[in-house]
């Protein structure tokens, strides 16, 4: 075999190495429409769907979003729930932080 070419078990480990794992779980919005980031409506309704290896196959469906991310997320659910009232950007000193009057 030449230098330059790569054996099949090497090229094998490369591929599995670039996979996505199977088990691997997302979230989805069940809004009409384009798909759009969590944030845009975050009460809707969301599917849970797992990857089977060769195509993502459905889990569960949760209330919210809040609820489809326990369901994924390994963290503490404490986590994952957004706090009423909880701003980030509240009390700044910058510019783009000042609320409007």
């Excluded at 199977?22 to 409506?41: D, F, K, M, T």
Aim: with cysteine; glycine share 6%.
């Amino acid at each position: 075999m030449p230098d330059d070419e790569e054996s099949l078990s090497a090229w094998y480990a490369r591929r599995e190495a670039k996979r996505r794992p199977i088990g691997e779980r997302r979230v989805v919005s069940l809004q009409a429409g384009p798909a759009r980031g969590s944030h845009v409506n975050p009460q809707a309704p969301r599917i849970v769907e797992e990857w089977d290896g060769h195509s993502w196959q459905p889990v569960c469906v949760a209330d919210d979003h809040a609820a489809a991310c326990r369901t994924v997320s390994t963290l503490d659910a404490a986590v994952a729930v957004p706090v009423p009232g909880f701003n980030p950007l509240r009390p700044g000193t910058g510019r783009h932080r000042k609320i409007p009057t």
